[in-house]
């Protein structure tokens, strides 16, 4: 079974733009969240997303936004980027009412 | 609120050496723990986690881990360590009322020398 997919792998902008993120869940997983990992730090929650309903923000500002679609993938976007949104940003998975979380591999941003 | 603390940024064992990792937490109820690795450029591989009962929890790649409450720790053992075990490990915290919103340490770089 495949695990959690996430495209692009690495993505280089520069400050100002705009950014999308996506994630396939591991299939029969209805719940996606949403992680920043900046370099030298675990990972920050930035939000989950369960049957296309958000279930909980992390402390990130309103350029971060984030949807859920009917198959259950999520798309990350960020407005405005800037030099501190470079980080690896994970998407995990999981069963619902399960706090176990199954990770991707990320997707490298950097922005210049 | 939760938080996590891995006093240890790095740590060297010899190949075959034991291993403990340092985790403690804050968290007000009876927290959900969890211990993750993660391989260079790689996304994190859950190695155990402890919701409630046993203290003693066994994990994947022969990981072990105990929960002690008074002391508000979570250490993860390994009796032998492996080369292939050098990676970055990152201890957990969670609860029932915080979903899937797991707050991280800043993790513990692992180096194997032979």
């Known amino acids: 079974d495949a695990g959690v997919t996430q495209s692009p792998t690495h993505l280089i902008k520069t400050r100002g733009q705009h950014v999308t993120l996506r994630c396939s869940p591991i299939?029969?997983?209805?719940?996606v969240s949403w992680y920043q990992q900046v370099l030298g730090q675990g990972p920050q929650f930035i939000f989950q997303?369960?049957?296309?309903?958000?279930?909980g923000r992390g402390n990130f500002p309103d350029r971060f936004s984030a949807r859920q679609f009917p198959n259950y993938s999520s798309e990350l976007n960020v407005n405005a980027l800037l030099l501190g949104d470079s980080a690896l940003y994970l998407c995990?998975?999981?069963?619902?009412?399960?706090?176990?979380?199954?990770f991707g591999s990320g997707t490298q941003l950097s922005v210049l | 609120a939760q938080s996590v603390t891995q006093p240890d940024i790095h740590i060297t064992v010899s190949e075959g050496a034991s291993l403990e990792l340092r985790c403690n937490y804050s968290?007000?109820?009876?927290?959900?723990l969890f211990w993750y690795v993660q391989s260079p450029g790689q996304g994190l591989q859950l190695l155990l986690k402890?919701?409630?009962?046993?203290?003693l929890v066994q994990g994947i790649k022969g990981f072990e881990a105990e929960f002690k409450r008074s002391q508000s720790s979570f250490n993860l053992r390994k009796p032998s360590v492996h080369w292939s075990d050098a990676a970055e490990y990152f201890c957990?915290?969670?609860?029932?009322?915080?979903?899937?919103?797991?707050?991280f340490g800043a993790g513990t770089i692992l180096r194997v020398k032979s």
């Open positions: 968290y007000g109820a009876t927290p959900y």
């Open positions: 957990a915290v969670g609860g029932m009322e915080y979903g899937n919103k797991l707050v």
């Open positions: 299939s029969g997983h209805k719940s």
């Open positions: 997303y369960y049957e296309k309903e958000e279930r």
């Open positions: 995990a998975s999981s069963l619902p009412d399960d706090e176990k979380l199954f």
């Open positions: 402890y919701f409630s009962g046993d203290t």
